[in-house]
């Protein structure tokens, strides 16, 4: 049975709406220019990752010239939203409530330095519920 679709797009997805997202609308070079200050790659690399997103119904394009210019369908916070949610139903039993309890201790220790100056520390957290740890 095959698995069903994700929300969240992998990493090099991401990356092209990120760059999308900045830009509002380009073609593949645009967006390749972009994409390559982090992470260099190949016009046609780009080009069959929009032509996937568009296909996923996440940009949109139109022909100017003898080229596409696509745009962003899916926002930045619909996306986020996904992601978060897919977070809370894969190790939060869909609580968010048990995710804010798991960043409590992690928010606290943040807290208790103010202005360079440490305060009272939280508690030492126990390695298996470090968020590195239980992600990984």
Same mark, same amino acid.
């Given at each position: 049975?095959?698995?069903?679709?994700?929300?969240?797009?992998?990493?090099?997805e991401? +990356?092209?709406?990120k760059?999308?997202? /900045?830009?509002?609308?380009?073609?593949?070079?645009?967006?390749?220019?972009v994409?390559a200050?982090?992470?260099?790659?190949?016009?046609?690399?780009?080009?069959?990752?929009?032509?996937?997103?568009?296909?996923?119904g996440?940009l +949109?394009?139109r022909?100017?010239g003898?080229?596409?210019v696509?745009?962003?369908?899916? /926002?930045?916070? /619909?996306?986020?939203?996904?992601?978060?949610?897919?977070?809370?139903?894969?190790?939060?039993?869909?609580?968010?409530?048990?995710l804010?309890l798991?960043?409590?201790?992690?928010?606290?220790?943040?807290?208790?330095?103010?202005?360079? +100056?440490?305060q009272? /520390?939280?508690?030492?957290?126990?390695?298996?519920?470090?968020?590195?740890?239980?992600?990984l």
């Amino acid at each position: 049975m095959p698995k069903p679709p994700r929300d969240v797009p992998p990493p090099l997805e991401l +990356a092209c709406l990120k760059a999308l997202w /900045s830009l509002r609308e380009g073609n593949v070079k645009d967006v390749q220019q972009v994409v390559a200050q982090t992470r260099p790659l190949a016009y046609t690399t780009i080009m069959t990752v929009l032509d996937r997103l568009v296909r996923k119904g996440k940009l +949109a394009r139109r022909k100017e010239g003898r080229a596409f210019v696509y745009s962003p369908v899916a /926002s930045r916070d /619909s996306l986020r939203r996904a992601a978060i949610q897919e977070l809370l139903d894969g190790f939060f039993d869909g609580s968010p409530d048990q995710l804010i309890l798991f960043l409590k201790p992690a928010t606290q220790a943040a807290a208790a330095v103010v202005g360079g +100056a440490p305060q009272v /520390s939280a508690p030492p957290v126990e390695e298996d519920t470090r968020i590195d740890t239980v992600l990984l």
